[in-house]
């Protein structure tokens, strides 16, 4: 990891928005609209920020948003990077890392997932407990980068118990169901295989999907508080014996974006309370 291009990135993003920030954010498909709530925004398109990887994926735009949300300074970003798209896995986790080296330490990951738990359906909204990633391939893999954390890390807390009780309070409290569960990555881009399916389900997942594991890795990695929300877009292949499409991801995305929303508003706002805690 080349410290000297994370710092250059940093530094354009600083010179844009001088503040303090608090919270980072990934919109995940479907919830890129989320960003157009953000007061006094500033804007920033990937291939203005030097060292930025830029998204390729229609539906995603590739820009951060940062300024105001519920009262919290955040920095969205509007578009992620894939390792589908043929990103290397450290590429993929680079913005993770520039939120870190600009002072974020709390981090919201939410993605569109495959449901393989039978009992739940699609437009259930599921915090992540957990994941499973069995492909090798790791943000980490090769040289440390000592200077944002060791070599060898822990990942029993790779997603904040704290936030997940906040994000499980705060949805109570909507009168929004929400799930928890563990989160299985598939590199993609094809969907799974219906026996793919059944073995996630033996491993223990309670959803699949393409995102969300490298930056959780590379978020734990750098010590950073993690919460992640998978939208369960489809039930997973094999279970209604029907064929997936990206059409319906993105259907079930638009009908659940409503609550998902209020959802993250709902953290942002009881977040406060948690970072004097910690
Ligand atoms: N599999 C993998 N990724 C996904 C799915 C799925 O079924 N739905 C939304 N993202």
Redesign the pocket.
């Known amino acids: 990891m080349d410290m000297d291009k994370l710092m250059e990135s940093a530094d354009s993003i600083r010179k844009a928005y001088p503040h303090d920030l608090d919270i980072g954010i990934v919109l995940g498909?479907g919830l890129g609209e989320m960003a157009e709530a953000i007061e006094d925004a500033v804007i920033i398109d990937y291939h203005d920020i030097p060292h930025f990887p830029v998204s390729t994926v229609p539906g995603h735009k590739g820009r951060l948003v940062i300024g105001h949300l519920e009262d919290r300074t955040v920095l969205c970003m509007q578009g992620r990077f894939h390792y589908y798209e043929g990103w290397s896995m450290e590429e993929v986790v680079y913005p993770i890392r520039v939120m870190r080296m600009l002072g974020i330490g709390t981090l919201i990951l939410t993605?569109?997932?495959?449901?393989v738990n039978e009992a739940w359906k699609p437009g259930d909204l599921m915090v992540i407990t957990d994941h499973i990633k069995l492909i090798a391939d790791n943000p980490l893999r090769g040289v440390n980068p000592d200077a944002l954390g060791p070599r060898f890390f822990d990942m029993t807390r790779a997603y904040d118990r704290d936030l997940a009780a906040l994000a499980e309070s705060a949805a109570g409290s909507l009168g929004i169901t929400v799930r928890k569960g563990v989160y299985m990555f598939?590199a993609?881009p094809s969907?799974?295989t219906p026996a793919e399916?059944r073995f996630a389900r033996i491993a223990g997942a309670d959803a699949?999907?393409?995102?969300t594991v490298p930056e959780a890795i590379a978020a734990s990695h750098m010590g950073m508080r993690t919460l992640g929300i998978s939208c369960?877009?489809?039930?997973?292949?094999g279970i209604l014996g029907q064929p997936?499409s990206h059409a319906?991801?993105l259907e079930t995305g638009e009908r659940a974006k409503a609550s998902f929303m209020a959802l993250v508003r709902s953290v942002l706002r009881g977040w406060g309370q948690l970072a004097s805690i910690s």
């Open positions: 498909s993605n569109a997932a495959g449901c598939f993609g969907f799974e399916i699949v999907g393409m995102s369960l877009t489809n039930m997973a292949a997936l319906e991801v």
